[in-house]
């Protein structure tokens, strides 16, 4: 990206109203994109049934995922500063629904189960939410913490739809036509709406220089302000930002992803335990607006540590009550409201405290250590649950790792001042 289409005068529902569209599509893109981890947990038990596996074997498809997101996130997030969000993100729907369909395909072969993840993990890497995040960031300034906020509202939608709509399809048809059919789906009604609707900054502008009808949004042409990438990378900022990116990853998506086989361990019918699973888009829909509230007005670091108490508390109500509804219910909606203000925290603080100048760049990496603790959480989650039996010694481990996250964003501070860029109240 070279440029902000957001004139700096712009009052945020100035931009709400040019830019509400690119929410809109950006929300339906992140919950495709959500689509793999919450897909997890109810492919688990028919996929050990079939073939025999461990469910840390079967989890660790996503381990690899994670580990290639490392390498092809930061490369996806240079692509989107050189191309544009739009076209990335439409190369992206298409790559990932054709490649997860091969899942469908695996045989008792762990390797070829390894394979499939291979070339989804290659295909999907754009799907990552720098695409997402990028187009919408760079449309919005006042109002950016609450339209990046409503456009990750959309991981609610998958975490809420997928996990239903896949165990219904595996009982109802089998986990093979469950894969296809699940993307199938969600692409159909995604792709149209991002071809119509997504665009960022670097898009207007390009549709203007060519004298096309986006002049209105491209004006004025600002330079985007910022810190270098490598000096950004380099920082000890980044550090405690990605460390507390990847700690509250790892506890969160580990919990979430996991919760119909937790739930499943401690005698609630499967049935029920996705439904109870699913109540979690609710909550998460509400963090997740609160959190954008809130980032448009005090220290996004703030919202960060308070939000990362809910796991802990979560992980202690499913401790002390194995096997009850209710807990294992308020549970999910307490967890909810944590989900809900991560990834909105840790994109914010992103374009904060470095800048939009090489926003793809550096968040890209950050989403490679989202991939990471992505990934190696359900794994080692699951690992405990082969080695022990039982998930207790995971969801003891999430309150003080949860507590650790907190510290982490609190120790961020003060918001740093860009040449030419107007000063941030919640600095």
């Not at 298409?94 to 993840?117: E, K, M």
């Not at 993990?121 to 997402?132: F, G, H, L, V, Y």
């Not at 294992?328 to 909810?336: K, N, T």
């Not at 003080?400 to 609190?410: G, I, Y």
Request: hydrophobic content about 55%; overall charge neutral.
């Amino acid at each position: 990206m070279s440029a902000s289409a957001v004139p700096e005068t712009a009052s945020a529902a100035q931009e709400w109203r040019r830019s509400w569209t690119v929410v809109l599509a950006g929300a339906l893109g992140f919950a495709l994109s959500s689509v793999t981890t919450y897909s997890l947990g109810p492919f688990i038990a028919p996929l050990e049934a079939e073939f025999g596996w461990s469910r840390a074997e079967i989890a660790s498809g996503m381990t690899l995922y994670a580990i290639l997101g490392i390498v092809l996130a930061p490369l996806a997030g240079a692509v989107i500063d050189r191309l544009g969000a739009r076209r990335v993100g439409l190369f992206a729907i298409l790559s990932y629904g054709v490649t997860f369909c091969l899942l469908s395909l695996a045989t008792a072969s762990l390797w070829l189960w390894l394979a499939l993840w291979f070339v989804l993990s290659i295909a999907s890497a754009p799907m990552k939410p720098t695409t997402w995040t990028a187009g919408v960031s760079s449309v919005f300034d006042k109002g950016r913490g609450l339209a990046i906020s409503v456009m990750l509202c959309g991981a609610a939608l998958g975490s809420t739809l997928t996990p239903i709509y896949a165990t219904w399809l595996i009982d109802t048809y089998g986990w093979r036509f469950a894969y296809v059919a699940m993307i199938g789906t969600f692409v159909a009604v995604v792709f149209p709406v991002v071809y119509l609707f997504f665009t960022s900054a670097a898009d207007r502008l390009r549709v203007a220089e060519r004298g096309g009808t986006d002049n209105a949004d491209a004006k004025p042409a600002a330079p985007l302000t910022g810190l270098a990438w490598r000096e950004g990378l380099l920082s000890w900022k980044f550090a405690r930002l990605g460390g507390a990116a990847f700690v509250t990853t790892l506890v969160i998506i580990s919990f979430v992803s996991n919760f119909i086989p937790i739930f499943s361990a401690s005698g609630i019918p499967r049935a029920q335990a996705a439904g109870i699973a699913g109540l979690i888009g609710i909550s998460t829909v509400v963090g997740r607006l609160i959190g954008g509230y809130l980032l448009d007005r005090i220290n996004g670091g703030i919202v960060g540590g308070v939000s990362l108490l809910a796991p802990a508390i979560s992980a202690m109500l499913v401790l002390a009550n194995p096997g009850s509804v209710t807990m294992a219910s308020a549970a999910v909606l307490i967890l909810g409201l944590s989900l809900g203000a991560e990834l909105d925290c840790v994109a914010y603080l992103t374009t904060r405290h470095f800048g939009l100048k090489n926003f793809g760049t550096i968040f890209g990496v950050i989403s490679g250590i989202l991939a990471l603790a992505t990934g190696l959480g359900p794994f080692f989650v699951n690992l405990a649950y082969d080695m022990t039996g039982s998930y207790t010694i995971a969801l003891e481990a999430y309150v003080p790792l949860a507590l650790l996250a907190s510290a982490l964003f609190f120790s961020l501070g003060r918001y740093p001042q860009f040449v030419d860029e107007p000063k941030q109240e919640a600095a």
